[in-house]
C-alpha cells in the first residue's frame, strides 16, 4: 500500500516536472519567434512595364514591420532600405543569380545599417571616396584587405583628399571582412544599388543582345528583432523581373 502510494505521487510529481517542462520550452519558442519578417515591396515599376535603356526609371518600396513599423508612417529607416538593379541577357539567368545576391545582400545590409551611406555610394564621390574607385586603388595590392579593414575600424584620413572618415567602432572584424572583401570587388562591374524608399534607376545606353534582356529589381530591408530578442533579426525582401526595350 505504501509503496503503491508513493509510486503514485512519484508520478504525479514527474508528469507535474514534465508538464513545466514542456510549458518552459514553448515560452522559449514564443519568445525567439516572435520576431515578424518585413514585408517588402517594390511598389514600382509593376511588374507588367516594359523599361526603356537610357532613361531613368522612377521606383518605390513599401515595408512593413510588426516590430519596426510601416515605412508610409515613415517608421522605417529610409537609408536601410536597399534597392539592387542587375541586368540579365537571358531569363534563364535569374535562378543562378538570386542564388548568388546574399553575397551582395549582406555586406550591402551591414553597411545600411551602419553609417557608410552617408558618406559613400556605388560609383558617385559623395564625402567618401565611390567604392568603385577604392577597389581600383587597392584591389591588386599586396594585403589590401587587412589595411582597409584597420583604416574602416579605426578610421582614415590624408589619403583621399581632405575630408576625414571617423572610426566605426559598431562594425564587426567578421563584418569588416565581408565589407572590405565586397567593395574591392567593385571595379570592373560595381552593383548597381540605390538607398532609399524612392528614386529613379538609371538605365544604360542599349546593350547588345539585348532582345531576351531583363531586369532583376531586389529590395531588401532587415528588421531591428523584438525587444524580446535583438538579435534575432530578419531579412526581409522582394525580387522582381522586368522586360527592357
Ligand atoms: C562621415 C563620413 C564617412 C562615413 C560615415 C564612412 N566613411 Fe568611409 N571614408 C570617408 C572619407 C572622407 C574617406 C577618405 C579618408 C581619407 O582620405 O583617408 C573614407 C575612406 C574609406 C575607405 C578607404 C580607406 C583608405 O584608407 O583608403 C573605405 C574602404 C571606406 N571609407 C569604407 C567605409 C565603410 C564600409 C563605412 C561604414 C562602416 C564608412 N566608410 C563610413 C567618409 C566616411
Not at 145 to 151: A, P, Q, S
Not at 239 to 245: A, E, G, P
Request: hydrophobic fraction near 40%; include cysteine.
Amino acid at each position: 500500500m505504501i509503496t503503491w502510494f508513493m509510486q503514485d505521487l512519484f508520478v504525479r510529481h514527474l508528469v507535474t516536472y514534465l508538464l513545466s517542462l514542456i510549458g518552459l520550452l514553448a515560452h522559449t519558442q514564443v519568445l525567439i519567434e516572435n520576431n515578424h519578417t518585413p514585408v517588402v515591396k517594390i511598389d514600382k515599376p509593376k511588374v507588367s512595364e516594359t523599361i526603356n535603356w537610357n532613361t531613368l526609371v522612377p521606383y518605390a518600396i513599401n515595408v512593413t514591420d510588426a516590430e519596426d513599423g510601416n515605412s508610409a508612417y515613415e517608421e522605417i529607416a529610409e537609408k536601410e532600405v536597399l534597392l539592387i538593379v542587375q541586368y540579365l541577357e537571358n531569363p534563364s539567368l535569374v535562378d543562378d543569380y538570386l542564388a548568388r545576391i546574399n553575397q551582395d545582400l549582406v555586406p550591402l545590409v551591414a553597411m545600411s545599417q551602419s553609417t557608410c551611406f552617408n558618406c559613400h555610394a556605388a560609383t558617385t564621390k559623395l564625402i567618401g571616396p565611390s567604392f568603385d574607385l577604392v577597389a581600383k586603388r587597392y584591389s591588386a595590392k599586396d594585403n589590401a584587405k587587412g589595411y582597409l579593414m584597420e583604416r574602416l575600424i579605426i578610421g582614415s584620413s590624408g589619403v583621399w583628399g581632405e575630408e576625414k572618415m571617423p572610426p566605426n567602432p559598431d562594425i564587426t572584424e567578421e563584418e569588416a571582412g565581408l565589407i572590405i572583401d565586397w567593395i574591392l570587388n567593385q571595379e570592373d562591374n560595381p552593383v548597381q544599388f540605390y538607398v532609399g524608399l524612392e528614386g529613379a534607376i538609371r538605365t544604360p545606353e542599349v546593350q547588345s543582345n539585348s532582345d531576351k534582356g531583363v531586369y532583376v529589381l531586389t529590395a531588401a530591408y532587415k528588421d531591428h528583432g523584438s525587444t524580446s530578442s535583438l538579435k534575432n533579426k530578419k531579412l526581409g525582401l522582394q525580387t522582381i523581373t522586368l522586360r527592357v526595350k
